[in-house]
Antibody, heavy 117, light 107 residues
Framework: QITLKESGPTLVKPTQTLTLTCTFS??????????VAWIRQPPGKALEWLAL???????HYSSSLKSRLTITKDTSKNQVVLTLTNMDPVDTATYYC?????????WGQGILVTVSS | DVQMTQSPSSVSASVGDTVIITCRAS??????VAWYQQKPGKAPNLLIYSASSVQSGVPSRFSGSGSGTDFSLTISSLQPEDFATYYC?????????FGQGTKVEVK
């Protein structure tokens, strides 16, 4: 059974850096072809793809957020970490981690992150 | 980035109706399209991948079609549990992009 779970702060202040951790089980990020991605959804709005990391450490980012995003993995801990710098109220959203790389059948429950002073 | 234009943004329908949702890609993406269903407060659920392949466990009333730039999701004989928001997603190039969503509401 594949599970993913997001963890991190639920409230951050403007200009701060958000660090989210995805802890997963049921698959290994050391296996060829495997990837984990992050997707977010502002309240009442559409899904937005953010970043993805492959088993071989290849990484891809959203074009519009590339300068602010970093994705890393810790294979031994079955974790993927996403950082988003210079947070703004428009970054308020539910952040999901998913098993990739292209079609997302496995999702975490999501974590609502609110940006407010 | 590939743009996915999804329509309609909302549709009112009754149980038993057939609902068709469309997505148009800004460039040829072959059959690299997925469709998701999302209910309030829940993560999206993968329905269709590779434009027409039905994900395991998804009822057969859901079907997908299309290739190139034009794609559609058809829900035949709409059931009460199908009232939800639906999203298309292109999977041809990085970064993948989603449509803006279609809310299927009770008529």
């Amino acid at each position: 059974q594949i599970t993913l779970k997001e963890s991190g702060p639920t409230l951050v202040k403007p200009t701060q850096t958000l660090t989210l951790t995805c802890t997963f089980s049921g698959f290994s990020l050391s296996s060829g072809g495997v990837a984990v991605a992050w997707i977010r959804q502002p309240p009442g709005k559409a899904l937005e793809w953010l970043a993805l990391i492959y088993w071989n450490d290849d990484k891809h980012y959203s074009s519009s957020l590339k300068s602010r995003l970093t994705i890393t993995k810790d294979t031994s801990k079955n974790q993927v970490v996403l950082t988003l710098t210079n947070m703004d109220p428009v970054d308020t959203a539910t952040y999901y981690c998913v098993r990739g790389p292209w079609y997302y059948a496995d999702w975490g429950q999501g974590i609502l992150v609110t940006v407010s002073s | 980035d590939v743009q996915m234009t999804q329509s309609p943004s909302s549709v009112s329908a009754s149980v038993g109706d057939t609902v068709i949702i469309t997505c148009r890609a800004s460039q040829d993406i072959s059959t690299w399209v997925a469709w998701y269903q999302q209910k309030p407060g829940k993560a999206p659920n993968l329905l269709i991948y590779s434009a027409s392949s039905v994900q395991s466990g998804v009822p057969s009333r859901f079907s997908g079609s299309g290739s190139g730039t034009d794609f559609s999701l058809t829900i035949s004989s709409l059931q009460p549990e199908d009232f939800a928001t639906y999203y298309c997603q292109e999977a041809n190039t990085f970064p993948p992009t989603f449509g803006q969503g279609t809310k299927v509401e009770v008529k």
